[in-house]
């Protein structure tokens, strides 16, 4: 399986504190997404950020992309109680410098802010 | 921003019946749409790849004569679950590529009884 790794599976903060997820993936790619997921909602795009970046900034969403450790972290500032939901990287395959348009996804992690 | 739906949200039926999820591309026109599948508590796993006046291009493991896939205009996709089982409930969302980004459905909640 292709399907990339995150970590923490679950994460639990109080409301002002940042929180950080990690994502690992295993193949080259054209750019690496992170996606919010309420539960039993469909998913909302947050960030893309390309493999020829390293740091991207959206609001209170900072991400970082690692091309040689293959990982990328979603770091959430200022955390609060609306943020809880499931989030996950997704990956898009590249190959010669196609891009594919499929998404390999995390298995995610589940965020839960405390107010 | 781009808009994609999906038909219907939720959907119950019994085993052995086939249902069908239609994907549209609501505000633009879509050669490539995807099919997801998410599992309670899982993440999605890509089922398929839709592709407009061609067959569509199924991930291993897949049953194409299970997962029926029909992309027959540049703004609808349709996903027929035939023979559904109660191992077929699940969450499935389509995504549509527009311009390399990917737009995404809300996701239809299938329960097979």
């Known amino acids: 399986s292709q399907q990339g790794e995150e970590d923490p599976q679950a994460l639990s903060i109080q409301e002002g504190e940042n929180a950080t997820m990690n994502c690992s993936y295993k193949t080259s790619i054209n750019n690496l997404q992170w996606y919010r997921q309420n539960s039993g909602r469909g998913l909302v795009h947050l960030i893309l950020i390309r493999s020829n970046e390293r740091e991207k900034h959206s609001g209170r969403l900072r991400v970082t992309l690692d091309t040689s450790k293959k990982s990328s972290s979603l770091l959430i500032t200022a955390s609060r109680a609306a943020d809880t939901a499931s989030y996950f990287c997704?990956?898009?395959?590249?190959?010669?410098?196609?891009?594919?348009?499929?998404?390999?996804f995390g298995q995610g992690t589940i965020l839960t802010v405390h107010p | 921003g781009a808009v994609v739906s999906q038909h219907p949200s939720r959907v119950i039926c019994k085993s052995g019946t086939s249902v069908k999820i239609e994907c549209r591309s609501l505000?633009?026109?879509?050669?490539?749409m995807f099919w997801y599948r998410q599992f309670p508590k899982q993440s999605l796993m890509l089922m398929a790849t839709s592709n407009e006046g061609s067959k569509a291009t199924y991930e291993q493991g897949v049953e194409k004569d299970k997962f029926l896939i029909n992309h027959a205009s540049l703004t609808l996709s349709t996903l027929t679950v035939t023979s559904a089982h109660p191992e077929d409930s699940s969450f499935y969302i389509c995504s549509a590529n527009r311009r390399g980004e990917q737009y995404f459905g809300p996701g239809t909640r299938l329960t097979v009884t």
């Open positions: 505000d633009f026109q879509a050669t490539t």
């Open positions: 997704a990956t898009e395959y590249s190959a010669g410098g196609t891009s594919y348009g499929k998404l390999t």
